[in-house]
């Protein structure tokens, strides 16, 4: 077990989870529009190729938060293009993180199949 | 109370009403949760490696684990405490992603298994999906374009 890398994980991931943070209590932003912006700002990072370097350094540190989804898309998305040209633009991405959607969408929907439905106090 | 009549009456009013969170405790927990949910998926990395798992397979099936506990964890009502406790730490790793779509899920299951269940499900993750694949797309075409990733300074 490499418990240098663990917690170098551990301290990278916390540190987007910190910016988040900062993010929801200093601006007005949802949690949603922060996921949305942190997958976007992902995608970005890992077309320009820098984010491989985070991945490299932290591990799951980098690849668990969402912007490693983001990377994870775009990274598919430009060794698809490589392989078979532009329909690979289209294809890549999803085929990358299609693991990681199957599996939200799946065990999502098991998840609130099993639930109680309970009334909500607002 | 006197009316308020500017917007930045407004704003001096709801900033005065609203309780100042502690940022610095939020930042400390989000840090907390945050690091051990990444150094968890570390651990399973670290795992799948020794069994002989390829690099890219292991960062999925990391994902999927933690996806799966997330979605239990929200269907059994334990992730909304742990999301009040860690706010953004619980939030942005893709557990946040499981617990968005498995939550409203069950919130709107009265509504019947197809308009309720299968809908709500995407009302977070569904931006989500479509601002990354959408971007991912303009990269793939950005690259056929200029043919080179030329940005790389590092």
Redesign the interface.
């Known amino acids: 077990m490499d418990w240098y890398m663990i917690l170098k994980a551990f301290i990278v991931g916390g540190a987007l989870c910190i910016i988040a943070q900062i993010l929801i209590d200093k601006t007005k932003l949802t949690p949603a529009r922060i996921l949305v912006a942190y997958v976007t700002i992902g995608a970005i990072l890992g077309g320009l190729g820098w984010y491989k370097h985070l991945v490299d350094f932290a591990g799951c540190g980098a690849t668990v938060p969402l912007t490693g989804f983001g990377n994870l898309l775009a990274k598919g998305a430009v060794s698809e293009v490589q392989s078979s040209g532009l329909v690979g633009a289209f294809t890549g991405g999803i085929k990358a993180a299609s693991g990681g959607i199957a599996a939200a969408i799946f065990f999502g929907y098991i998840a609130s199949l099993i639930s109680k439905p309970k009334i909500k106090k607002q | 109370m006197k009316p308020i009549q500017s917007k930045e009456e407004y704003q001096a009013y709801v900033d005065d009403k609203t309780p100042n ?1 502690p ?1 610095l405790k ?2 400390f927990n ?10 968890i ?6 795992i799948c490696k020794t069994r002989g798992v390829d690099e ?1 397979t292991s ?6 684990i ?3 506990c997330s ?2 964890l ?4 334990i992730f909304n405490k742990i999301g009040k406790f ?4 619980s ?4 557990t ?3 617990n ?3 939550s409203p ?3 709107y ?2 509504e019947g298994y197809v308009m309720g ?2 809908a709500k ?1 995407f ?3 569904g ?3 479509v ?3 959408s ?3 303009l ?6 374009i200029f043919n080179t ?1 030329s ?4």
């Open positions: 969170s940022i939020n930042c989000a840090f907390l949760v945050g690091g051990l949910i990444c150094s998926g570390q651990i399973i990395f670290e890219s960062y999925t099936i990391v994902s999927m933690l996806v799966f979605a239990f929200t269907s059994l009502n860690a706010g953004a730490g939030l942005i790793p893709i946040g992603f499981a968005s779509i498995v899920a069950m919130e299951k009265s269940v299968g499900m009302t977070v993750a931006p989500v999906l601002y990354g694949i971007t991912s797309i990269v793939g075409i950005i690259y056929i990733q940005l790389i300074l590092v």
